[in-house]
């Protein structure tokens, strides 16, 4: 394998690592130094982890909601604050 | 978690937090939620609802991304397919240290539909993909709760 690819690979995996950190909650914290790749994925596994319980969750919610509420006199109040530009 | 516009997104990040397709997520979602309380009876579980509430989460997501991603792709099969939609909860107990970048990687490709056959450099494209997916979703769900919320508490007069 010729040197230069890899090193190209390690440019393109330390970029697409860069995004990820981007992504997650505590990145936003400005001048955070980067993490290493281990701790990088072990933090990316937990938030994707958290957002599934976060749909769980409000899964759950909405259910209850639709139980007691009717949808169709709040859908326009609904359609409002989602397609509000 | 910090709550976060669903039209705006987020101040900092504007461009990458939400998905390209939030809209189309948005409507998807809206219509299949409307048909599961139009056919929820009363003797419905609340269970069986909200099964099928995270379901039509999940559809949306993957019929918005459609074909373009593997992630989607790969969703996609697992929703026609009629199986239980099933993610890793807990961290895996493993007895070897999970210490090297490889091992977290794996446990990565088990989280994110369709991992177990990317490789490293497409498994972090798609994996930052299905990020902002799911944070999209999540902020729609929660707009929709928030508003039907509100609405019973402010119904608007006709």
């Known amino acids: 394998m010729s040197s230069r690819r890899s090193r190209i690979s390690e440019e393109e995996i330390a970029e697409l690592l860069s995004k990820l950190q981007s992504l997650l909650p505590e990145a936003r ?19 994707i982890r958290s957002l599934h319980r976060e749909v769980d969750d409000l899964s759950d919610r909405l259910s209850e909601m639709m139980a007691t509420m009717d949808l169709d006199s709040a859908q326009a109040e609904i359609i409002r604050s989602l397609f509000r530009p | 978690m910090e709550s976060k516009s669903f039209t705006t997104g987020n101040r900092d990040n504007p461009n990458t937090d939400l998905h390209g397709s939030k809209n189309m997520m948005a409507s998807h979602f809206l219509r299949a939620l409307f048909r599961i309380q139009q056919t929820s009876t009363s003797s419905s ?22 074909a373009r991603r593997a992630w989607s792709r790969a969703l996609l099969r697992k929703l026609r397919s009629r199986a239980r939609l099933r993610f890793p909860r807990r961290l895996s107990r493993t007895a070897r240290p999970q210490r090297r970048d490889m091992d ?7 989280l994110v539909p369709g991992g177990p056959s990317m490789d490293y450099c497409k498994l972090l494209e798609e994996t930052a993909d299905y990020i902002r997916c799911l ?12 508003s039907i919320s509100s609405y019973a508490h402010h119904p608007m007069i006709p």
């Open chain 1, 29 to 47: 914290r400005r001048g955070a130094s980067r993490a290493s790749a281990a701790k990088l994925l072990k933090e990316t596994c937990n938030y």
């Open chain 2, 135 to 146: 944070t999209t979703q999540v902020r729609l769900m929660q707009t929709v709760m928030d």
């Open chain 2, 104 to 110: 977290q990687a794996q446990v990565l490709r088990k």
């Open chain 2, 45 to 66: 579980s609340f269970a069986g609802r909200s099964r099928r509430i995270r379901r039509a989460a999940y559809a949306s997501m993957a019929y918005s991304a459609g």
